[in-house]
Structure formats: structure tokens, C-alpha cells
């Protein structure tokens, strides 16, 4: 299998299916000191006249270091098969293991930024907004209780996609 360059309007993915569903890592920093995680929650759509990803990262996590430095992301879809990989860095932190090791990933660089080779999908994202979700903002009540009556806000970053690969 090899990554081929496609365009957003090539793809034929569903947002709610392969962020939701199937889940994704995503991955900040070089392609020599970079963190990953896994992440459900997000939003593809369009903004600012581009195709983008929307990705919201509690201030806890250490990818969160990560992304505050880095230009790019990237969103690493995996096949079902790997679904105990993302359970995996999806509650162990970068902090504490090195989760390529355990876990058996591959890193690859693509349009600079770092990836991994097993991903079926992968979007390269450039960081173009990033805000803290205000708790002062919600509509719904219910939605601030809970979710954050314990843990951290969600920062988020709108990421306009630069490449998306498609591995085939
Ligand atoms: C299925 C799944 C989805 C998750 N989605 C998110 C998410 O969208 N945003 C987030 O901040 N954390 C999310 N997490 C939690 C992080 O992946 C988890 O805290 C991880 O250990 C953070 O790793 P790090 O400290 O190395 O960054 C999710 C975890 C799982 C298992």
C-alpha cells in the first residue's frame, strides 16, 4: 500500500462514520518530536472558503503542547483492525509511555508533517484558528455540566486541510 495525493472533493468519506465511529489520531509536532492521540470528537466542513478540520483538545493532554507549537496536524484514520491501538492512545499518555513503541506504529512524514504509514486516510492540516470553548458560552447548561465539571475545557483548532492522502 502507498499514500496517493486525492483531493477533498475525491474523497467519499462520512464525517459522523469516520469521526465518530471509526475515530482518528491525531498527531502535532516534527516529523523528528512529534505526541499523538486518539480523538472523536470534531467537525470537516468548510470555512473561510476552504475544506477544513475542526479538533478540540482538552488543556490536560500532552498533544496539547504540541499543537500550541506546531503549524500542522495531521488526522490519521485507521482501519478497523486497529481499533486496540486507539483504545491505546486514547488512554495512555505521551507523558508516561511512547506510545509508537507500545503500540507498534509506524511514523511517516507526509507534507511535512508526521503521520502513520497504517493509516487508511490521512489530512494534513495547517492551524489557521484556535480558541478556548468559553464556559460562559453555553446555551445548554446540561452540556457544560457534563462535560466539564471535572475535567479541563476543550481548546479548538480549525485546521485548513493542505493534502489529504488516501492509502491504496
Ligand atoms: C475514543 C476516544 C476518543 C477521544 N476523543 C478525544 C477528543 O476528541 N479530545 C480530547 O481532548 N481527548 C479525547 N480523548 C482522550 C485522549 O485521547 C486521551 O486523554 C489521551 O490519553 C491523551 O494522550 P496524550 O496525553 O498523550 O495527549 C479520546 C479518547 C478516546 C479513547
Redesign the pocket.
Known sequence: MSFIKKTTAELSANPFETIGKD?FL?TAGTPEQF????????AMGVIWNDPAVT????T?????GYLEESPLFTISVLPEEYRKV??Y???????DVD?VKETGLTPVTLGGAPAFAEARLVFVCEKVYAQMLDENCFVLPETKTAYYSKDPM?KMYIGRIKAVYVNE
Open positions: 475515530w491525531l505526541n499523538t492521540m486518539t480523538c472523536s470528537w470534531g479538533a478540540y483538545v482538552r490536560n493532554r500532552h498533544t496539547f486507539l483504545s492512545c486514547g488512554s495512555h499518555s505521551g507523558r506510545k476543550h
